[in-house]
T-cell receptor
Framework: ETGVTQSPTHLIKTRGQQVTLRCSSQSGHNTVSWYQQALGQGPQFIFQYYREEENGRGNFPPRFSGLQFPNYSSELNVNALELDDSALYLC?????????????FGPGTRLTVL | RKEVEQDPGPFNVPEGATVAFNCTYSNSASQSFFWYRQDCRKEPKLLMSVYSSGNEDGRFTAQLNRASQYISLLIRDSKLSDSATYLCVVKGPAGRRALTFGSGTRLQVQP
């Protein structure tokens, strides 16, 4: 196991609602990245947090926002949910360094928007 | 055009077969390359990094051709447990910390 945990495992929401997903990074890792994986697709990068600051963002609208806490855990918030937000949300933790920072994924949160 | 392209499969092969997956990427400034494995409804797990010199890990061999922007994965002596989706992953250029994933190639190894 990677030591990356996510909660909740499953979630059902309705259009227009807001949701918060949580991620605890692997011990010693200071970087958390969030990805959205739609059915039949590869994960798509949402954003990354490094030492509590956003450190890169993919092609997602501002209603996708996040936080990183001093213990390096992280939250993903999505406002005004749309049907297309239904997906598996993955967080990955890594130790940012000058070289290759391998990302280790948590088990994901499966979000269904009705 | 997608940044990372893979044949979606599925590849249906018998146990013991050798199977090869290919992947192309569009950004010539990409710096790091990986294969991840994803089981049904699970998270992706790093299978191996891919180096220009080629690298091997047991039954798995990965190759990178930077000139052609092409990555491959060869699985020898397929096992039932190799059944999964294999994701080709690219990182970079420098300063870009996101991993860019292909859509994955599904492998089904049959008894």
């Amino acid at each position: 196991e990677t030591g990356v945990t996510q909660s909740p495992t499953h979630l059902i929401k309705t259009r227009g609602q807001q949701v918060t997903l949580r991620c605890s990074s692997q011990s010693g890792h200071n970087t958390v990245s969030w990805y959205q994986q739609a059915l039949g697709q590869g994960p798509q990068f949402i954003f990354q947090y490094y030492r509590e600051e956003e450190n890169g963002r993919g092609n997602f609208p501002p209603r996708f926002s996040g936080l990183q806490f001093p213990n390096y855990s992280s939250e993903l918030n999505v406002n005004a949910l749309e049907l297309d937000d239904s997906a598996l949300y993955l967080c990955a933790s890594s130790l940012a360094s000058g070289g290759g920072d391998t990302q280790y994924f948590g088990p994901g949160t499966r979000l269904t928007v009705l | 055009r997608k940044e990372v392209e893979q044949d979606p499969g599925p590849f249906n092969v018998p146990e013991g077969a050798t199977v090869a997956f290919n992947c192309t990427y569009s950004n010539s400034a990409s710096q790091s390359f990986f294969w991840y494995r994803q089981d049904c409804r699970k998270e992706p797990k790093l299978l191996m990094s891919v180096y220009s010199s080629g690298n091997e890990d047991g039954r798995f061999t990965a190759q990178l051709n930077r000139a052609s922007q092409y990555i491959s994965l060869l699985i020898r002596d397929s096992k039932l447990s190799d059944s999964a989706t294999y994701l080709c992953v690219v990182k970079g250029p420098a300063g870009r910390r996101a991993l860019t994933f292909g859509s994955g190639t599904r492998l089904q190894v049959q008894p």
